[in-house]
């Protein structure tokens, strides 16, 4: 690998080996998920009220904002915090994190390289725990980061990204991928490029149970690898989900890190883990409790391929929530961008 532009194929192929018979399962189901994308999106577009900042809008989504985006920067994720986008690039010797200021055309405000240099970044979401400070429970607000091949993560200070440990963990596929927060269950959502989604205790990083992400097409139920980065979201902003952390042991004093079960409250119907597959121009809605693909938003024509293949733009790659509530009350606003990409974008997904 040279500077990481090359051709997509060759490119893609060599930075992720996969074995030959996931690649076989995973062009079976592409043709599913994108006959999903396209039956379902012309009912959803004709229904969606239109907001009036309205760039334009395709089948599934509404396009708000766009704005300039690193060519360099090969994104491995993206996440929310207190009016900022935090990215996580990857490739080794050129691994970042990045915070940027979406008020000021996504202007890049810091700058931290990934240490040891020879790690390749992956997936980064924001948390926090509670801690005791001055006899008061208090947010500390963290960062979390994945890394490829070396099963080594680390965790970092917000919002100035210092490092304050290192950890150790392990996935089905012995890769890290995605990450994504979940707040009210004080769990973290992990993927490493199968099917399976590792949830991991928050305050312990060890892995609780996990869910393989499934596609119903038909009576046929498929099973869906290769899933990316993650996001956690709540398409109804009315939901009210108390901070349940304040009664979990988030600095691991109990041993084990975990909530008491009067603690948790249950996931809603409005609840969703938004994905990105590999290689594919969509952002599936996966059930966090079931696993089951309940919507495919189809992104195919945001920077469509063949405009990518001239620019050498790599995959789409990278979902946050943007800390706004949809003006017209419909769907959900995000940012979304990818591999290489010129631009970032900011749609809101037609609910």
Known sequence: MTNGRGLLSVFSLALRSMPQVKWKLSLSVLPLITSAALSSTSEGAAAARTPSNVIRSSRDYHLLEVVP?????????????????????????????????????????????????????????????????????????????????????????????????????????????????????????????????????????????????TFDRGSETVKVDLVNELEFVDFDPSNDRPEMQQNCDTSGGNGRGECPNSARSSFTPAMRILANIWYQDVIVSIDPLSGKVKRVYNLGDIYPIHKRHEDRADCLNGISVTGKAPSDGNGLQIWVTGKLWPNMYRIQLIN
């Open 69 to 213: 985006h690193d060519v360099t920067s090969f994104t491995q994720g993206l996440t929310y915090y207190n009016g900022h986008i935090y990215e996580g690039t990857g490739m080794e010797h050129e691994s970042h994190i990045f915070r940027h200021d979406p008020t000021d055309n996504m202007k890049t405000q810091a700058k931290i390289s990934v240490t040891p240099s020879h790690l390749f970044g992956e997936g980064i979401s924001h948390y926090y725990v509670w801690k005791d400070e001055d006899g008061k429970r208090v947010k500390e607000h963290r960062l979390i980061q994945l890394t490829w091949k070396d099963k080594v993560g680390f965790i970092y200070s917000l919002p100035d990204m210092k490092m304050i440990k290192e950890f150790t963990y392990e996935t089905v596929t012995g890769e890290g991928w995605g990450i994504t927060f979940i707040e009210h269950t004080n769990e973290f959502y992990v993927s490493d490029g199968s099917e399976w989604l590792m949830i991991w205790d928050a305050g312990t990083l060890e892995e609780k149970r996990k869910v393989a992400v």
